[in-house]
């Protein structure tokens, strides 16, 4: 066993690309490459620091992708060519030169491995013969880092922000997982431990006293190394949970009335709770301000919070407070495991399918969409997969003031997540796909960020639909929408750690008195606390 910090930061590097680890002196060190410098990096894994293992030959190495070791022989992919060479000089070598870009390596005693963005594919090559054995479809469309395990094949794909483990003789994906930082650009098994390396970029706030205002937003390079930890879930579906964390949400009201209204008397004021999940798990709720009673809306908790007078120029606090293990998942779902189903129950059909409330399914723009967006398909899963991709080719990400109904947003061509979920609902519906809307925030995604208060600037809504004799599966309302086909499906049938699961199908908060404005009344405060990454 090692015993390694959770975050391994390596000291003076950049762009780090490509992941190994190696035995040196009884000890461990992680095996990096610094694109921009062409620096390969010897990283100790408990102080951070860094050697450059080739001082004399940086300029062969700059602009690598990925990296590989097999025995005493270092692999490395850079531009179409793959190259090796020994830890003595670090001279490269050509191996193979493709038409095509390559970006991640991997090499058994027999074979070599390498993935291509462009081509779409994973390449495998004779080690001895240099010839092409196989090509096997790549499971992501991103730029991809690729380890060797026995008969599994690991792969990062960057854009996806998901690793896969692949049977490495067919290509078969066996389990993937999402990863809890974005940008996985290298990852390799140290013992049965998976380390996954990220580089990409983030603001910092930059002082500069020459400046009559000294702060600004600038960009830097920032690189680190952490271990990914999976627990697979057998099942129908199955499904993948990677990095979990504790997490303290805190949701309060503020009586804040810009225009009094008048006295209201036994006013119960409902705000839903956050729920038990195959990710998330509450461990305790607590009021904070005034005392609430639980009650149930369906299967959703929901704190009621009486109020027995409001007076016009009354101030109050309340609100609750959950700790939250919350973590990323991914269920595996093949087309093929749901081409006969059974009928949706009642119950099901009544609540999540018939209404339409005001998702517009009767306006003929809506449903010539609907019948546009699945064509001929039959196929549950793939007919919300074909919708899911009609509403981003159709749609762009803008926040909006208000919501507009589905044919409004349809005709218009932009809308916020809120937007994107009621097209989405109107037409799953109209093709006999039961589904919901799920929110209600995201807790900011700096898993690195302990214990420093984290607040939200806006609340985010997504949908879940409902396959009879699985159960319910998520999808996100527009982040997967990157304005271009294809699509990642990162966030298909997946969540990351970061998202809150709060009030399935049912209105976030509300009141008993119709009369009554919630928006007018209130300020709503969100905050978040990550307490630390689960050990498990």
């Known amino acids: 066993m090692f015993s390694f910090p959770k975050i391994i930061r390596p000291l003076g590097a950049y762009t780090l690309y490509g992941l190994a680890w190696k035995s040196s002196e009884g000890k461990q060190f992680a095996i990096a490459l610094d694109s921009l410098q062409g620096n390969l990096l010897k990283i100790d894994p408990e102080t951070d620091g860094a050697t450059v293992l080739n001082p004399y030959a940086t300029r062969q190495f700059i602009d690598g992708t990925g990296i590989a070791i097999s025995g005493e022989t270092l692999w490395l992919a850079k531009d179409n060519c793959i190259y090796y060479c020994n830890f003595e000089d670090f001279d490269l070598q050509p191996f193979l030169e493709l038409p095509e870009t390559v970006e991640g390596i991997a090499?058994?005693?027999?074979?070599?491995?390498?993935?291509?963005?462009?081509?779409?594919?994973?390449?495998?090559?004779?080690?001895?013969?240099?010839g092409l054995i196989r090509a096997i479809p790549a499971p992501g469309i991103g730029q991809s880092a690729l380890a060797l395990r026995g008969e599994e094949l690991w792969v990062s794909d960057r854009t996806e922000e998901t690793v896969y483990c692949l049977d490495a003789k067919t290509g078969d994906i066996k389990s993937r997982a999402l990863t809890p930082f974005i940008d996985p650009t290298g990852l390799a098994f140290l013992g049965n431990d998976l380390y996954v390396l990220y580089t990409g970029l983030e603001n910092y706030i930059r002082d500069n006293p020459n400046e009559d205002n000294p702060y600004s937003v600038q960009v830097r390079d920032r690189t680190f190394i952490h271990q990914l930890k999976l627990t697979h879930v057998k099942g129908k579906p199955s499904y993948t949970l990677s990095n979990g964390f504790l997490v303290e949400m805190v949701y309060l009201e503020e009586i804040s009335q810009n225009d009094p209204q008048e006295l209201v008397h036994n006013l119960d004021w409902e705000i839903a709770l956050p729920c038990h999940t195959d990710r998330q798990k509450v461990l305790?709720?607590?009021?904070?301000?005034?005392?609430?009673?639980?009650?149930?809306?369906?299967?959703?908790?929901?704190?009621?919070?009486?109020?027995?007078?409001?007076?016009?120029?009354?101030?109050?606090?309340?609100?609750?407070?959950a700790m939250l293990e919350l973590r990323g998942i991914k269920y595996e779902l093949d087309p093929a495991e749901v081409e006969s189903i059974g009928e949706i129950e009642p119950a099901i059909q009544a609540e999540y399918l018939y209404p339409d409330g005001d998702l517009a399914m009767g306006d003929p723009l809506v449903i010539a969409a609907a019948k546009e967006a699945v064509g001929t398909e039959t196929n549950i899963l793939r007919k919300m997969l074909a919708i899911r991709e009609y509403v981003y080719d159709k749609l762009s990400y803008r926040l909006q003031t208000s919501f507009g109904s589905p044919e409004v947003v349809l005709a218009r061509g932009n809308g916020s997540c809120g937007e994107y979920v009621r097209v989405l609902l109107a037409l799953a519906r109209l093709n006999g796909i039961a589904c919901r809307d799920v929110g209600r925030y995201k807790c900011p995604p700096f898993a690195e960020l302990h214990n420093v208060p984290l607040y939200p600037e806006y609340n985010h809504v997504w949908i879940e639909f409902y396959i009879p004799g699985i159960g319910w599966l998520p999808m996100e309302s527009n982040p997967d929408d990157t304005g271009e086909r294809p699509y990642p499906k990162r966030f298909f049938m997946g969540l990351p750690w970061y998202h809150v699961e709060i009030g399935k199908g049912i209105t976030f908060e509300t009141t008993n008195n119709k009369n009554f404005s919630i928006g007018d009344a209130s300020i709503n405060h969100m905050r978040f606390k990550i307490l630390g990454e689960l050990d498990s």
Request: proline share 2%; aromatic share 12%; net charge positive.
């Open 107 to 130: 090499v058994s005693d027999g074979a070599v491995y390498a993935s291509s963005k462009q081509a779409r594919k994973i390449f495998v090559f004779g080690r001895a013969t240099r």
């Open 284 to 321: 305790s709720v607590q009021s904070v301000g005034l005392p609430f009673v639980e009650k149930t809306s369906g299967d959703q908790r929901v704190a009621v919070f009486k109020l027995d007078k409001l007076r016009a120029d009354e101030s109050r606090l309340f609100g609750w407070r």
